[in-house]
C-alpha cells in the first residue's frame, strides 16, 4: 500500500461503492458546462490555429489573465513571469528537476502531498518531513530541519492543504519567509486548492512577492482535471529557465486546452461556478463531520471551506490495514501513511467532504469500531 | 547556438522571412478542419464526462483504436499495451526516466532527434551516436560502440528519419535486432513521421513484435502539434512501469485531447487528410530539391515522402556560421551539428520541404555560395 497504490486505486476505473479517499471533486460537481461552452466557441473558430505547437511558455492571452489573478492574491505579477504546465503536477516536475539533484536534502509538509513525495524519490531527493501545524508549517521544526540537512528548496501547499484542509496562519507565513530568507531556502508555493476558499487568506508568495517564492496553481481541482492546464508564477530569470526545461522534457503545452480554459475564465461564469462549489462544498463538509464524529471519528480541525476532513479514532496507531479492509469492501479510504515522506504509520485518514455522501462509508467506520 | 537556441528560434513567434529549418509543417498543412469537426461533436455531448482526471494509460476508446494501428502496421499490439502521452515527447521522457540512470551510456542516432539529446543529457546519460546512413543506422558501428560502451537502450528514428529523410532497410532492420538480442539492447522507436510515408516501411517494432523494442507515435506530425497526443506500444510489463511513472510524474494525459483525436481518428476523414497531406508534401519536396540544388546545394539521398530534406554545399566543413548569418537576415536554418549528440561540426542542414516555398531562402544561398 503505497502512492501508487493509491494513485490507482483512485484512477484506474474499479468498482467502487464509494471513494471518500479521493482527492478530487466528483465530475458533476466541477465545470462540465463551461467547458461545453468554451468547445463551442472554438468550435465556431477556423481550425488552423489549432494546428501549432504554439509558444514554450504557454498562450499568450491566458498568460495575461493569469498574472491578473495571480496580482488579484496581492502578488505583483507580470505575464512574462507565467509559465503553463500540464497541471500543477508538470509544474511541480519542471521545478524539482531544475532545483533538485539526487542526494539532496527537501523539505515537504509532513503529512503532505503525495504525488510530491513520489517524483522526488525519483529524482532522488532526501525527504525530511516538516510537521504540519493546525497553524501550517511548524516553524521550531522547520528551522531545525533547516539546520541539520541544509535543503535548498521546501515544497508546501498552504491554502486548504492537502490532507489536513487548514490554511497557513500570516504569522506562520511570516515566520517561514524570515527562516527562507536567513537560510537561502527557496519555498514552491502549492496553492490549487486555493480558489475553493473564500475571502483572502494568507500565502506565502503574497508576503514575499516572488522573490523566492515560486507560486503554483492549476484549474484541476475547480474546472476540469481532464484539461490538465496549471501554471506557475515565479522570479523572471526562474521563468525563463522553466520554460527551456518545459521546452526540452514536453515541447509545449496543449494550447487547445489553454484557449478552452482561456474561454471559459472570460465568458464571465466562472465565479458564479465557483460561488456554487464553495456553498455545495461547505453544505457536504458540514454533514461529512456530523456523519464522521457520529461514527466515532475526531476530527483535525473545524473548518469552513475545502475539500479535505482529517479525522482519525482515538486509540488508534496506524489507520492502514482499516484502509485495507475498506478496499475489500469496494470502499476507497485514504490512510494518513500515504501522505507521510516515508509513509511512517499514522492514526489520520483523509476524507473528501465532497465524497462522503454514501451511507455505506459510515456503517463500515462504526462496524470497524464496533469490532476493534 | 544550441539545442535550446534552435527551439527557442522555432517557437518564440520571432519575425522570420523563412523558416526551412523547422521540424514541423506548417499550421494550414495540418488537419484544423478535422479538429474543428472533433469540437463541434464533443461541444454536443454534456460537459461533465470531460471534467475527471481519466485513466492512467489513457482514453481507453483510443487505446483499442491505437492498438488497431499498431496491428495495421504488422505488429501484433493489445491495447494493454498501449499507454497514451503528451506528444512523442513525454513518451521518450517516461521511456528514458525508466530506463536511463545518470551515467549510463546510451546509443542515439547521429545525426538524430535534438530534442531526445537535450533530455536524455538531462539525465546525466553519455551520449554515443550511431552514424546514420541511407540505409539506416551503421549496423558495424553499432556493434562496435554495443562493444565498447555497454549501453542498455538505443534510441533511433526509423521512418523518414530525421534529420535526414531516410527510411530503414529491412537488412539493416534484421541486423540491428540481431545486434540487440545478443547483446540485451532495448531499442525506442520513434516513428513520428511514419504516417507521411507510402506504402508499408520497415519498421524494427514489425520484425521484433515488440519483444525488446518499444515503438513511439504521435500525431503532432499530421494532426496538430498543439493537441498533443502521442502514445507508445510495448510489452505489458514495461507498459505498465510506464503507466506508473506516468502517474507520478503527470497524474494522466488530456482526455479531452484524446477524445477530440479519438473522433478525428473515427470520423473517417483521416486518410483521406493523410493522402492529399502525402501529395502535397511530394509535390512540395521535388520542388524543394531542385531549388537547392539549383543554389549549388547536394542532397544527401533523393527521397519520396516525407518533411526533411539533408543537404549540403561542397566545400564546406561546418554549416553553423551559414545559419548564423541566416537568423540575422530572418532566415531559420537548421545546421547539421544541431543534430549531433555532442553538437559536432556538420557540414549538413536540414531543410523542411513544407518550409521552402519562399524564393529568400535560395537567394540567401546563392548570394552566400557566392561571396564564400
Not at 488552423?48 to 514554450?56: F, I, Q, V, W
Not at 508538470?90 to 509532513?110: K, T, W
Not at 456554487?276 to 456523519?291: D, G, I, M, P, T
Amino acid at each position: 500500500m503505497d502512492v501508487l497504490w493509491l494513485l490507482r486505486n483512485a484512477l484506474q476505473e474499479q468498482p467502487h461503492i464509494a471513494m471518500p479517499g479521493a482527492g478530487w471533486l466528483p465530475g458533476e460537481w466541477m465545470d462540465g458546462a463551461g467547458i461545453q461552452r468554451s468547445l463551442r466557441t472554438l468550435a465556431r473558430k477556423d481550425g488552423s490555429h489549432l494546428t501549432g505547437y504554439g509558444m514554450p511558455a504557454g498562450y499568450q492571452p491566458l498568460r495575461v489573465l493569469l498574472a491578473q489573478r495571480v496580482e488579484d492574491q496581492g502578488i505583483a505579477c507580470s505575464p512574462r513571469q507565467i509559465v503553463t504546465t500540464r497541471g500543477a503536477t508538470q509544474a511541480m516536475d519542471l521545478i524539482s528537476r531544475l532545483l533538485v539533484r539526487p542526494g539532496d536534502a527537501v523539505l515537504v509538509d509532513d503529512p503532505g502531498y503525495y504525488t510530491l513525495f513520489g517524483y522526488l524519490k525519483l529524482l532522488g531527493a532526501r525527504l525530511v518531513g516538516v510537521p504540519w501545524t493546525t497553524q501550517g508549517p511548524d516553524a521550531g521544526a522547520l528551522e531545525q530541519r533547516i539546520l541539520e540537512h541544509r535543503p535548498k528548496v521546501f515544497f508546501t501547499n498552504t491554502v486548504l492543504h492537502n490532507p489536513t484542509g487548514v490554511n497557513l496562519t500570516p504569522a506562520v507565513a511570516h515566520r517561514v519567509l524570515q527562516l527562507a530568507e536567513r537560510h537561502d531556502l527557496v519555498i514552491v508555493e502549492d496553492d490549487i486548492y486555493g480558489d475553493l476558499a473564500s475571502g483572502l487568506p494568507a500565502r506565502l508568495a503574497a508576503l514575499d512577492q516572488l522573490e523566492r517564492v515560486i507560486y503554483v496553481s492549476s484549474f484541476s481541482k475547480t474546472v476540469s482535471a481532464s484539461l490538465r492546464v496549471g501554471y506557475l508564477a515565479c522570479r523572471y530569470e526562474i521563468a525563463e529557465s522553466l520554460t527551456d526545461l518545459k521546452l526540452l522534457t514536453s515541447l509545449t503545452t496543449s494550447e487547445i486546452d489553454e484557449r478552452l480554459i482561456y474561454q471559459l475564465l472570460t465568458d464571465g461564469y466562472y465565479r458564479k461556478h465557483l460561488e456554487k462549489l464553495r456553498a455545495r462544498l461547505r453544505k457536504a463538509r458540514a454533514e461529512a463531520v456530523r456523519n464522521l464524529e457520529r461514527a466515532g471519528l475526531e476530527v483535525y480541525r473545524e473548518a469552513e471551506d475545502g475539500l479535505f476532513i482529517w479525522a482519525r479514532r482515538d486509540g488508534t496507531e496506524n489507520a492502514t490495514p482499516l484502509a485495507a479492509e475498506a478496499a475489500s469492501q469496494g470502499i476507497m479510504l485514504a490512510p494518513g501513511a500515504l501522505f507521510r515522506p516515508q509513509q511512517e504509520a499514522s492514526p489520520w485518514l483523509r476524507f473528501n467532504a465532497a465524497g462522503c455522501a454514501h451511507p455505506a462509508i459510515f456503517r463500515f467506520l462504526e462496524a470497524a469500531a464496533s469490532h476493534a
